[in-house]
């Protein structure tokens, strides 16, 4: 969780969890007896559409992370952005849910393994070729990825990749050799068009969603969409998800065991959310293994 993903949890929902109801509302204006005082008639306002709040005795607003450190400093605790974030992910408990087991030993190695050396636009001629291969044009790359150089510590040869920046500011790479990841592994999460949408897209790797940002003429998604970057990090992309107010879910998974599982763990998830319907698009791009793989017998590739 960060800042960005806090921020998206309605503050009436927070203020909900302190035992605060509103004592009046009006469309999107909820009016509340202040947390921080004393006083009889409600003058915390909270508007649900912007998820603002605003205190009028005080003089004092912002977004929902302000509000709770706020609280915390009034409560007498103190509050750096970590303790914020602590905050939430202890009022906002992940449900349980089935783990995918992965060879985490073996990703912490490569992680501790490899050093980012650099970073710019994609110009490498072996890049740009493996991505023409995959079906994604340049232009759709360049919107979502960066070209990056890394280094192996352990034998000291560097080499050149495709990236996308995650959650945790480490970066998944691939080329036509191999896959990885440099820094702190984590999901991406990617905004859609629409202010607060209504939806979100669930894929595995980037070049799943590549595929289908290509087969959408360039355009962006009008929702908003989440990179696994690897079955392990399911829990994480459950953080990103609960309490949001999504109403409908699409996964993008892989047409195997692991993919099948990971569907499955993500609508047993679905279930503990209000009004979120699941909709697998697995029977978009069978028989074939995954979205990249059909989009690029679809182009004759």
Not at 161 to 182: D, M, Q, S
Request: with cysteine; aromatic share 12%.
């Amino acid at each position: 969780m960060n800042i960005e993903f806090a921020n998206t949890i309605p503050i009436a929902e927070i203020l909900s969890k302190l035992g605060l109801n509103p004592v009046k509302q009006n469309g999107h204006d909820l009016w509340y007896l202040s947390p921080f005082r004393n006083e009889k008639t409600a003058s915390f306002h909270v508007n649900t559409q912007k998820n603002v709040w605003y205190d009028h005795g005080e003089g004092i607003g912002g977004d929902a992370f302000s509000f709770v450190c706020l609280h915390l400093e009034r409560s007498g605790v103190q509050c750096t952005p970590a303790d914020g974030l602590r905050w939430f992910r202890n009022m906002f408990q992940v449900p349980h849910i089935p783990i995918i087991q992965h060879n985490r030993q073996q990703q912490s190695e490569e992680v501790r393994s490899t050093v980012l050396k650099g970073i710019k636009p994609i110009k490498h001629a072996a890049l740009i070729q493996y991505l023409s291969g995959r079906g994604i044009p340049l232009s759709v790359a360049k919107t979502y990825l960066q070209e990056i150089r890394v280094a192996n510590t352990k034998t000291d040869k560097t080499f050149f990749a495709l990236a996308i920046k995650n959650e945790e500011r480490g970066y998944e790479y691939r080329n036509l050799y191999f896959k990885g990841c440099v820094g702190k592994k984590s999901i991406t999460f990617i905004r859609g068009q629409i202010p607060k949408p209504p939806a979100i897209h669930i894929f595995e790797g980037f070049m799943d969603f590549l595929s289908v940002i290509t087969q959408h003429e360039g355009k962006r998604l009008k929702h908003d969409a989440l990179i696994l970057n690897s079955l392990s990090q399911i829990k994480e992309a459950v953080a990103y998800i609960k309490g949001y107010g999504y109403e409908r879910a699409y996964t993008w998974l892989d047409n195997d065991e692991a993919g099948q599982k990971a569907t499955e763990a993500f609508a047993e998830f679905f279930k503990t959310e209000d009004n979120l319907i699941h909709q697998p698009m697995n029977q978009n791009y069978a028989p074939y293994k995954d979205v990249n793989a059909a989009h690029m017998v679809k182009l004759g590739l």
